[in-house]
């Protein structure tokens, strides 16, 4: 399904703390899931995916984790930068042949204070 | 140089209009998206075309039409314009594997009077 929320949820993190991002999916046959950050007036940049088989991986600086029991992800951003304030979407893939279906999360915008 | 490139950034229009976006890839994917997003940042697929042939229409309403002339161009046609129209419309293209991220333009801003 598909998250609509009325507000925007909000994270406040000093500058050089960890932060963690969750986010509940809707489909178990999901089999692809993706991490996007969006800053103001730019579009969805990829950040980091995960495949079903998997619970966790890792980039520079972030690691997502994912719980298929509880249906949940999470973005973890280590030792924040002010270019991590952002809003940050998980997004669940219940693709076709020839095409992905993203269905987005509602997006959670990430303020990293100095 | 930008990898996904929509045009025009900013469109203002009385409702009735008809307007048109532009898309255009040089990635060299085969696969190209239009997605909307509304003003509390819900972001959500309308159309996907692969090499040209559409494989995704969402519940998008008739008046919305895209055109895909080849695969490195998607465009986003729209017919007498409503208020409910007014949002950001997203571009986005991947390559043909299945698990490969989507790469999106910057949008383009439609607001209409």
């Known amino acids: 399904g598909e998250s609509v929320g009325l507000h925007l949820p909000t994270l406040s993190v000093q500058e050089g703390d960890n932060s963690i991002i969750n986010c509940a999916y809707s489909?178990?046959?999901?089999?692809?899931f993706i991490w996007y950050k969006q800053e103001s007036g730019k579009g969805p940049q990829f950040i980091i995916d995960?495949?079903?088989?998997?619970d966790k991986r890792q980039g520079q600086r972030v690691t997502v984790l994912l719980n298929k029991t509880v249906k949940h992800l999470s973005l973890q951003i280590a030792a924040t930068q002010p270019g991590d304030s952002a809003v940050y979407f998980c997004?669940?893939?219940?693709?076709?042949?020839?095409?992905?279906?993203?269905?987005f999360g509602q997006g959670t915008r990430l303020t990293i204070n100095p | 140089d930008t990898a996904v490139s929509q045009t025009p950034k900013y469109l203002v229009t009385q409702m009735g209009n008809d307007k048109s976006i532009k898309c255009e890839q040089n990635l060299g994917h085969d696969t190209m998206y239009w997605y909307k997003q509304d003003s509390k940042k819900f972001l959500k697929i309308m159309f996907s075309y692969n090499n040209k042939e559409l494989i995704i229409n969402e519940t998008v309403p008739n008046r919305f039409s895209p055109k895909s002339p080849d695969k490195a161009h998607l465009n986003l046609h729209i017919n007498s314009l409503e208020l409910g129209d007014s949002a950001v419309y997203f571009c986005a293209s991947n390559s043909p594997n299945y698990n490969s991220p989507l790469h999106f333009g910057n949008g383009t801003r439609l607001t209409v009077t």
């Open positions: 997004a669940e893939n219940l693709g076709i042949q020839g095409a992905q279906k993203l269905v």
């Open positions: 489909n178990s046959a999901s089999d692809y």
């Open positions: 995960i495949r079903s088989n998997m």
